[in-house]
């Protein structure tokens, strides 16, 4: 089946600092990433649609300034969150939606940042 | 606007008796709707699809029904085992292209020996 990556899996930063998520599709060409954001106990909330060589879609509420996403090939994926403070942290998830199939995403295994 | 819904509570059964989760979507009708299971700490695994013009669907053990009239989805899980134990969202599709989704708190089950 399908895989996406997700490095680093947890990642532990000073507030103030930024970060980097990368998202992977392993084994086809993904189209379409989603980013995603969970706080625990809590469903997963699109923050943005990631289209290769386009800017990104932010969802209402997500400022683009402060979740940089960028969709430079068709298997890579990044989310810089610039500037982070104790309330960015959360669990972030991508997903992948190939060029064809059924519709469905998949999702890497999440990547857990805590700002100190 | 688009509301998804399911049961907020976990739900208990015993091993090898029939699970039923519930999600129940309002303000809108989704195209076809995905279910996928959650692990602690791990990214969702697709489950099922199934599409506006089918009633059921079924793969192995797991059965989706789609009910657009009472715009409600039953995912049903058959002689559970405590390996089935996860969280279970229901991800109906949202009409704004390029494949979104739009995902419920999920129900957690747990199944006991």
């Known amino acids: 089946g399908a895989v996406v990556s997700q490095h680093p899996s947890w990642v532990i930063c000073k507030s103030g600092t930024s970060v980097k998520i990368e998202c992977r599709s392993l084994d086809f060409q993904a189209t379409t990433m989603f980013w995603y954001r969970q706080f625990p106990k809590q469903s997963l909330m699109l923050m943005a649609t990631s289209n290769e060589g386009s800017k990104a879609t932010y969802e209402q509420g997500v400022e683009k300034d402060k979740f940089l996403i960028n969709h430079a090939s068709l298997t890579l994926s990044t989310l810089t969150v610039t500037s982070a403070h104790p309330e960015d942290s959360s669990f972030y998830i991508c997903s992948a939606h190939g060029l064809a199939g059924p519709n469905e995403q998949f999702f890497g295994p999440g990547t857990r940042l805590t700002v100190l | ?113």
């Open chain 2, 1 to 113: 606007s688009q509301k998804i819904e399911q049961n907020s509570e976990a739900l208990n059964i015993q091993e090898g008796k029939t699970a039923t989760l519930t999600c129940n979507y309002t303000n809108y009708s989704p195209a076809y709707l995905q279910w996928y299971r959650q692990d602690p700490g791990r990214g969702p695994v697709f489950l099922l699809l199934i599409r506006e013009n089918e009633k059921e669907k079924r793969k192995e053990r797991l059965k989706v029904t789609f009910d657009t009239t009472l715009k409600q989805s039953l995912f049903h899980i058959t002689a559970s085992q405590p390996a089935d134990s996860a969280t279970y969202l229901c991800a109906p599709s949202f009409s704004g292209g390029y494949n979104k989704l739009i995902f419920g708190a999920g129900t957690r089950l747990a199944v006991h020996p």
